[in-house]
């Protein structure tokens, strides 16, 4: 999983020139979360009741990379 999300980040920030990588991921995903962190993504915040699924709405955090933190994070 580790190179495919480094290809992808380099996909986005060299490929596509963006300046920002947005994640969502849902609250008790604490694996997803903690790769997302130790890949330098960033917790913005809680997005609540953010997408219904099998008849119940569920909260999401919002994590976003931005190029500059990327190029500091030593993966280019």
């Not at 219904?52 to 931005?66: F, R, V």
Request: some cysteine; hydrophobic content about 35%.
């Amino acid at each position: 999983m580790s190179e495919e999300f480094t290809a992808a980040r380099a996909c986005g920030f060299e490929d596509m020139a963006l300046h920002r990588v947005d994640a969502l991921v849902h609250t008790e995903n604490t694996v997803s979360l903690g790769l997302l962190e130790r890949r330098g993504f960033k917790n913005e915040g809680l997005l609540r009741d953010c997408f219904y699924l099998n008849a119940k709405y569920h909260d999401h955090y919002i994590l976003s990379l931005l190029r500059p933190d990327w190029n500091t994070h030593g993966e280019q």
